[in-house]
């Protein structure tokens, strides 16, 4: 059975610029989760999918949005990107949101903002 | 400061050597406490994962401890090898549970030397 998935595996950006970030979920899991793994630091909660709808939020600004499609997989945007933006960006997935079942992380994207 | 802290930052040990790292949490209650492994370039993968009554759960060569009166957990790797080199990360479930609730430590990244 297929992992999670994520594309692209590096991206490259400039300043100002907006990135797309796309991750596929294990089949038959319905909930997403974004976080963002800077350097030195521990993962932080982005965005949290869960059957189309955005469920929760961390303490980002709204330049960091994202969806999910029909078929759960999901897509995180950054838009004006800064300097600081620049780390690994994981996704999990899981059969709920809630505490039943386990989280599975994909092998994340790899931002650099220059 | 920081709900979960580790210690230490980064370690180097040999192969075959044993080595423990630390976990020292704020967080009390809680709902569970996991030891994740990442692979550099990959996202994080669950060893273990302990509720706030258990006090110790094994994994193969990892072995996690949890002294819920000190709010300390240790994660001890027995006859080293190779792939373990990775970081380790801590993370506690607060009380009211789901994973975009999740406080991740920042994670001691290890080395292991032939």
């Known amino acids: 059975e297929a992992g999670v998935t994520q594309s692209p595996t590096h991206l490259i950006k400039t300043r100002g610029q907006q990135a797309t970030l796309r991750c596929s979920p294990i089949s038959g899991h319905t909930s997403v989760y974004w976080y963002q793994q800077a350097l030195g630091l521990g993962l932080q909660f982005l965005l949290w999918y869960d059957e189309g709808e955005e469920r929760n939020r961390g303490n980002f600004p709204p330049r960091f949005s994202g969806r999910q499609f029909p078929n759960y997989s999901s897509e995180l945007n950054v838009n004006a990107l800064e300097l600081e933006d620049s780390a690994l960006y994981l996704c999990?997935?899981?059969?709920?949101?809630?505490?039943?079942?386990?989280?599975?992380f994909g092998p994340g994207t790899r931002l650099t903002v220059t | 400061k920081n709900q979960v802290e580790q210690s230490p930052q980064s370690l180097i040990i040999l192969e075959g050597k044993n080595c423990t790292l630390q976990?020292?949490?704020?967080?009390?209650?809680?709902?569970?406490l996991r030891w994740y492994k990442q692979d550099t370039g990959r996202g994080p993968v669950s060893l273990t994962i302990m509720t706030f009554s258990e006090n110790t759960k094994s994994n193969g060569r990892y072995t996690a401890t949890l002294d819920a009166d000190t709010k300390q957990s240790s994660l001890h790797i027995t006859a080293s090898q190779l792939s373990d080199s990775a970081s380790y990360i801590c993370?506690?479930?607060?009380?009211?549970?789901?994973?975009?609730?999740?406080?991740f430590g920042a994670g001691t990244r290890l080395a292991v030397h032939p």
């Open positions: 976990c020292n949490y704020t967080v009390s209650p809680f709902s569970n």
């Open positions: 999990a997935s899981s059969l709920d949101g809630g505490r039943a079942g386990e989280q599975y």
């Open positions: 993370v506690v479930s607060p009380p009211e549970g789901g994973y975009n609730k999740l406080i």
